[in-house]
Structure formats: C-alpha cells, structure tokens
Nanobody
Framework: QVQLVESGGGLVQAGGSLRLSCVAS????????MGWFRQAPGKEREFVAR????????NYTDSVKGRFAISRDNANNTVYLQMNALEPEDTAVYYC?????????WGQGTQVTVSS
C-alpha cells in the first residue's frame, strides 16, 4: 500500500515562510500529478497547487500566486510546497494528493497556522 506523509507545518508569523513536504512510502510510484489542498475550519477543502510529473507544469490558486511554489522530486516520490509571505488567511490543514492510475492518495494533513 501507498502512504503519503506530509510534514513541515507549524506556527509561523505573518510574512514568514514554511516548506511542506509530502513523501510517498510503501512502494515507488510515479504519480501523473501531485498537488496540495487545504481546508480551514468551517470551510471546504480547496485546491492550492498542482504539478504535473511529466514536464513539471504547475498551477496555483489565485490567492497564492507569487507566494507559493510547488516542486517535485520524482526520484524520491516527494512533492514540496514552498510557502513565502504567509498570511493569516493561509491558516489551514494542508493535504497532499497523489493521482495514481486508478487511485487517489491523500495524506493525513499537516497544520499550518499563521499568526498576525
């Protein structure tokens, strides 16, 4: 079985930076695409960023453009989310998603809290 484990979350002051990582364990996978979603209390889970394994094309939700950067280490089945200029509105649980051939793999989430 495949497990995605996120790490790197924590408490940071507004304007600070965090780098989230998501590592696939259990077996080697090359996901078609991987992405990050987040969910704040009382809100629906929303898309944050994605990266395509082939070519590395990235997409971001408007609110994080210019501040967040997603990257992928295909050899190590790892995806990162570099988050700069964090804002209190970024506070949420961040979830990693890996899209397999027939299965969606979700991590357990990592809490990001941005204080003002």
């Amino acid at each position: 079985q495949v497990q995605l484990v996120e790490s790197g979350g924590g408490l940071v002051q507004a304007g600070g930076s965090l780098r989230l990582s998501c590592v696939a364990s259990g077996r080697t996978f090359n996901f078609a695409t991987m992405g990050w979603f987040r969910q704040a209390p009382g809100k629906e889970r929303e898309f944050v960023a994605r990266i395509w394994t082939s070519g590395g094309t990235t997409n971001y939700t408007d609110s994080v453009k210019g501040r967040f950067a997603i990257s992928r280490d295909n050899a190590n089945n790892t995806v990162y989310l570099q988050m700069n200029a964090l804002e209190p509105e970024d506070t949420a649980v961040y979830y990693c998603l890996g899209v397999g051939i027939s299965t969606l793999y979700w991590g357990q989430g990592t809490q990001v809290t941005v204080s003002s």
